[in-house]
């Protein structure tokens, strides 16, 4: 999944988690803080999420709302949640720069023109 850059309010759904002991109960009464989900951008050390935690939504898939100091750094972000009762749960993201999200996925996006010249034989 794609988010933008610096941008608040980006919601991703997370899951879904799963009973520790038997492996196949959805969890959806847990309690997950920031501090219960962590951030790697590209590679680099973890960090907790800035603020907000998550909401269970349906079958043990819990919400969670990004905000722009979560984003501020274009590349793969890794977002882990590990919390008592559930099994840890690991989601990758691409955080992309303003325009180039916006080029892909605003209202009235464009989109990117490819030259397909010399390619396959479309000359």
């Known amino acids: 999944m794609f988010l933008r850059q610096s941008t608040a309010s980006q919601s991703v759904a997370i899951g879904p988690f799963v009973d520790e ?22 590679g680099g050390a973890s960090a907790n999420k800035n603020s907000g935690g998550g909401t269970h939504r349906v079958n043990g898939v819990y919400g969670i709302t990004l905000d722009a100091t979560d984003t501020a750094t274009v590349g793969e972000m890794e977002i882990s949640v590990v919390v008592s009762g559930a099994l840890p749960v690991f989601h990758k993201y691409r955080v992309l720069e303003e325009a180039v999200y916006d080029a892909l996925f605003a209202a009235s996006a464009p989109g990117y023109v490819a030259n397909a010249s010399g390619k396959c034989g479309a000359d």
Request: charged letters at 25%; a negative charge.
């Open 21 to 42: 002991t038997d492996f196949k109960t959805a969890e959806t009464a847990l309690t997950i803080n920031n501090t219960d989900i962590k951030l790697v951008v590209n």
